[in-house]
Every structure is written in structure tokens, then in C-alpha cells.
């Protein structure tokens, strides 16, 4: 398998699991939303069901205490209107429910969760909180049947509204629980209306009806705002899924990265060795026979052709060569051999090799450097192929009769830079990018330019950043391409005063400038 076959392979395979992955987690929420989420309450057993149930019944558990003491208060005051032992019977009862309830919720959290089925267990949970509403429901009749009503309806309307309390308290997890606890008990009053007794009933049922719908709205919102805490809950446990996922997804695809690049590397290593050991071969014999130096070649053809090879061969050289350098900043193998140098001395030295090419296309270079500019502390050869690769490039693009401007000097921020301006076609602004990416060659270069590899000016922007400077590229079409590259003051190196000392030579000393760098120069070893 190719390698642009196996990155597509391995493109594909990342985005059908994420594109997986979201589908899971999407579908999961929208399961769990619809199980619980609509006002209707979808009885579905899904996992919002069962946490709403588990939830009910830890609040069960929790508050028995509280439904003892709500049923000891009201025996308490209602002995003063029902005999002794018809209170002790109800409040016996009473007792069981509660008892039953404790039991029932504690089975169901000792249940394993396949047996915690939502259906069956909201049914029990029911049913226990409407026979606990028909309790309270007994209480109110049995009350009324005394006279308890008529004598003091204020009574009874607080028993009511102590009942909605208790169920709101008890059931608001469960859908209509306030309603189906509180439902006897507010139409007991109702019935007994229809039984002959005094319009006091209608006024306690239509009371306790209203605050029966007033509790069940609270129930009803507490119960929602738990739901809303759940959805909520559910997505942010997908979303870590799919971090996860994502992040298993980064270290796979970053394992084969660099399994890629430690390949390349070999490649490129082998290819250097196999490549430079026939070209050198090429270049060095068809160079000694271009000379005539084993004896003349007497067909012109023949001389032709030796400089075209020469030629060829030399430019793969090149090719191979700028490949290996990109390669090594790529991976971080490009190490600087650091010494005090001159960026003036850099420049007039490459715009010399140069000349001899720029006079064969009638191309002028106008150098402009600014005097007295001290050392910077860089690699010597990268800010010699900095500069040369800038001037190569422009040459490229700068037609017949054409100028080429290299300009050294100060930057606003005390460090230097390098400026190389063409008069060629420009670059249009959105090939920018292109031209500054490996490979990368605009449209004008394709059409016109001299043959090229594209590796010049990501060579130069890589070396300029290892040096931590600043590479700019600014360009119209029609007006020219100028780059910069800057490099920054910590790498500037200033002169030292001279320091007279007794007894020794002072012309001698005066003769040598001390320089020292800002920043703390690598200690050299050997």
C-alpha cells in the first residue's frame, strides 16, 4: 500500500469512529430525553425512569421519619373529635402503610438493576401512595361523620392542606404523585356535599382542590428542573465519551505519525546515501570529460550533452539536498552550529555569487547596507542559505532588465534584517499561503518561472524561526515581492570598551574587539 493510500485509509477509519461515536451519543441523549422528557410522562423504562424512581424511593427512605411524626401530630388533635380508639386504630394503619412503604423502597434498592424495571415498580410506588391518600381520606370522613367539619371546618382544610405538604414532600418524583395522594382526601368532602351535609364541604373541596393543583404545579416544576439535571447530566457523560474517543482516535493517529515519520526519515536517509554516490560519480566524471582531460572529444554533440548532464545532475543534487535539509527542521534534527557572525559580511558574499548569474539574464542587483553593524551570534551557513535562497528566488521571478534590492540594516527593535525586493509579477495574495508551504508554487511560477522545487522559501521561513526571528512576505501583482527576514536583538552582539591593563602591549590590545552577547552564548566542548 502507497502511503497517500494508507493516510486516506487512515483518514477514513478516524472519521467513520467519530462520525460513530456521535451518532451513538446523539442517539443515546434523544433515547434518554424521550423517555422522561415529555410532560406526558412516557413510562418507558430507560435510564431517566430508573434514576427518577431510585431517586423516589432514597426520598421514601430518608423522610419516614418525618411521615410518622406528620401521623402522630394528627392523631394527637384529632382524639379531640374521634374516640380514642377509633384514632388508635387509624393511626395503627397509618403506621403499616408507612411501614410497607420503608419496606417496599428498600427492596427496590437492594434490587439489582435488570430487576429495577420502571413499569412494575412505579406501579407499587403508586399504588402505596394512593392507599396512604385513602388513609388520610378515612381521617377526613370519619371526622365529618362527628360533626368536625361543621364545628370547625379550619380544621379539617388544614388537614388538607398538611396532606398535599406530606404527598408533595413523599411524591413529587413520581408523575402526579401529589394528585393521586392528595385525590381522596380532597373528595372526600365532595362526596359527603352530595350526602346531605352543609356548604362548609363544598368550601374545604374547593379549597383543597386548589391547593392540591397549587402543590401539584410545585411537584410538577421540581420534578422537571430534576429531568432538565439528568439530560444535562447524560450529555456531559456522552461528551466525555466522545473526549475519550477523540483522544484514543489523536493517539492512534499521532502513533502512526510518527511511525510515518520515522519511515521518511529512513527513506530519506537511504535515498541520500544511494543518490549522492552516483551523482557525484556523474558529476565528477562528466565534469573531467567537459575538460578533455583524459584527451580531446572531438563531436560538439557529444560536449552538449556532457553539459547537460552536468547541469541535470547538479540541479538533483540540489533538489536532494534542500529535501533533506526541510526534512531535518521538520523533525527537529536541523541543529545550529552557533558563532559570531557578520549578516553584512553574509550578504555581500551572496549577492558575489550571484552576480555572475544576474549578468547572464541582465538583472541588476543593488545592495544597500548600513555601516558598522555588529555580529549576531547565528549559524554562519543557514544565514548564508537564507540570504541566497532569497536571491535565487527573486532572480527566478525578476524578468531581463529587472532590479533586485538587498538591503541589511537596523529593525525599530534593535535586532537586523534582510530585505530582498524584485520588480518581477508579484504573487497574488490568496497563493500566498501556497508559496510558503512545502511543494507550494503559485500560478505564475508554473507558467513562467525557471525550474524549481518549491522548498526555497519554506527553508528560509524554518531557518529565519529557528533563530527565533520573524519571516514577513509581502506582495501585488504587477509591483514586485519583497521578503524580510528579521532576526531578533537578543542575537544582536555589542562591543565591549576596551579595558587598558598595565604591562602589556596596549596596541597589541587595541587591535582586537571584545565582544559579548546579550544572551549567555552554548559552552562549546570538544
Not at 418507558?44 to 432514597?58: P, Q, Y
Not at 432538565?228 to 466522545?242: F, I, K, P
Not at 525550474?451 to 514586485?480: C, N, W, Y
Request: glycine content about 8%.
Amino acid at each position: 500500500m502507497s502511503v497517500q493510500a494508507q493516510k486516506n485509509h487512515d483518514k477514513t477509519i478516524v472519521e467513520r469512529r467519530v462520525a460513530h461515536a456521535g451518532s451513538k451519543s446523539r442517539q443515546a441523549v434523544k433515547h434518554l430525553r424521550a423517555g422522561m422528557g415529555s410532560r406526558g410522562g412516557s413510562r418507558n423504562s430507560t435510564g431517566f425512569e430508573i434514576d427518577i424512581l431510585r431517586r423516589h424511593a432514597k426520598h421514601q427512605k430518608s423522610t419516614i421519619l418525618v411521615q410518622l411524626i406528620g401521623f402522630a401530630l394528627t392523631a394527637l388533635v384529632g382524639q379531640h373529635y374521634l374516640p380514642l380508639l377509633t384514632i388508635g386504630i387509624w393511626l395503627g394503619i397509618a403506621f403499616v402503610l408507612t411501614a410497607i412503604g420503608y419496606q417496599l423502597t428498600t427492596s427496590y434498592l437492594k434490587a439489582e438493576p435488570k430487576e429495577q424495571i420502571a413499569n412494575k415498580w412505579e406501579n407499587r410506588f403508586v399504588a402505596m401512595r394512593l392507599l396512604t391518600g385513602f388513609a388520610w381520606a378515612g381521617l377526613v370522613v370519619m371526622l365529618s361523620a362527628q360533626g368536625a367539619l361543621a364545628a370547625a371546618p379550619i380544621i379539617t382544610l388544614t388537614m388538607v392542606m398538611l396532606v398535599c405538604g406530606m404527598s408533595l414532600l413523599q411524591s413529587r418524583f413520581l408523575n402526579f404523585g401529589v394528585i393521586i395522594e392528595s385525590a381522596p382526601t380532597i373528595l372526600a368532602p365532595s362526596v359527603l356535599l352530595f350526602s346531605g351535609f352543609s356548604t362548609q364541604h363544598l368550601t374545604v373541596a374547593t379549597l383543597g382542590l386548589a391547593v392540591m393543583l397549587f402543590f401539584h404545579f410545585v411537584a410538577n416544576t421540581m420534578r422537571n428542573s430534576y429531568i432538565n439535571y439528568l439530560t444535562a447530566r447524560a450529555e456531559r457523560d456522552q461528551l466525555v465519551m466522545e473526549l475519550e474517543a477523540s483522544h484514543s482516535i489523536s493517539d492512534e493517529a499521532r502513533r502512526r505519525a510518527e511511525e510515518s515519520n520515522l519511515a521518511k526519515s529512513r527513506f530519506l536517509a537511504t535515498m541520500s546515501h544511494e543518490l549522492r554516490t552516483p551523482l557525484n560519480a556523474i558529476l565528477g566524471f562528466s565534469e573531467v570529460m567537459t575538460n578533455e582531460v583524459m584527451g580531446p572529444i572531438d563531436n560538439d554533440h557529444y560536449k552538449e550533452y556532457l553539459g547537460d548532464i552536468h547541469r541535470s545532475g547538479s540541479h538533483l543534487l540540489k533538489l536532494i539536498n534542500e529535501i533533506l535539509d526541510l526534512s531535518r527542521v521538520e523533525a527537529g534534527r536541523y541543529e545550529l552550529n552557533e558563532e559570531a557572525t557578520s549578516l553584512a559580511h553574509a550578504a555581500d558574499e551572496s549577492q558575489q555569487m550571484m552576480k555572475l548569474k544576474a549578468a547572464e539574464k541582465r538583472v541588476t542587483i543593488v545592495t544597500q547596507i548600513q555601516p558598522e553593524l555588529p555580529q549576531l551570534w547565528a549559524d554562519s551557513r543557514s544565514v548564508r542559505q537564507v540570504i541566497l535562497n532569497l536571491l535565487s528566488n527573486a532572480l527566478k521571478f525578476t524578468p531581463s532588465g529587472g532590479t533586485i534590492w538587498l538591503k541589511v540594516g537596523w529593525t525599530a527593535g534593535g535586532g537586523q534584517y534582510v530585505s530582498v525586493k524584485d520588480t518581477g509579477p508579484g504573487i497574488p495574495e490568496d497563493e500566498i499561503p501556497i508559496v510558503l508551504s512545502s511543494f507550494g508554487q503559485g500560478s505564475i511560477a508554473i507558467k513562467s518561472a525557471e525550474q524549481g522545487t518549491g522548498l526555497g522559501l519554506p527553508i528560509v521561513q524554518a531557518l529565519v524561526h529557528m533563530h527565533e526571528g520573524s519571516f514577513d512576505l509581502k506582495s501585488k501583482l504587477r509591483e514586485g515581492t519583497e521578503v524580510i527576514a528579521t532576526f531578533p536583538k537578543s542575537r544582536v552582539m555589542e562591543k565591549l570598551p576596551v579595558i587598558p591593563v598595565e604591562g602589556q602591549n596596549q596596541s597589541r590590545i587595541n587591535s582586537f574587539s571584545n565582544v559579548r552577547r546579550k544572551v549567555q552564548a552554548p559552552q562549546m566542548t570538544d
